[in-house]
């Protein structure tokens, strides 16, 4: 008996630009940055409300962030995130490349 191969697909490294949608890009900035936020906040094991107030947002939102609703926040806000929580945020600009994408986060 011969087992067939599993088909699949290779994706081309953005899930959101894989699934067809609107503002790919963006979404996966806002997925690395709120990803690396909730990382951050659950090795310090902060409570809802300590990270309410560290943050300063409402415990709404910090259920929001810790359940990977990132979309729903601005790059902008998670970079504010990110400075609050002692990280450093350098943003590189630079001449795109063949084939690079517009976009791209690196975490250190």
Do not use: W
């Amino acid at each position: 008996m011969t087992r067939k191969k599993p088909e699949y697909e290779i994706g081309s490294g953005n899930i959101f630009a894989d699934l067809g949608l609107k503002d790919a890009d963006e979404l996966l900035t806002r997925a690395k940055l709120g990803h690396t936020v909730r990382m951050i906040l659950e090795k310090r094991g902060l409570k809802q409300k300590e990270i309410s107030e560290l943050l300063k947002i409402n415990q709404s939102e910090v259920s929001k962030l810790m359940n990977g609703k990132y979309h729903l926040f601005s790059e902008g806000r998670l970079f504010g995130f990110l400075n609050k929580l002692d990280q450093k945020v350098t943003v590189l600009i630079s001449p795109r490349q063949k084939d690079d994408n517009p976009q791209e986060v690196v975490l250190a």
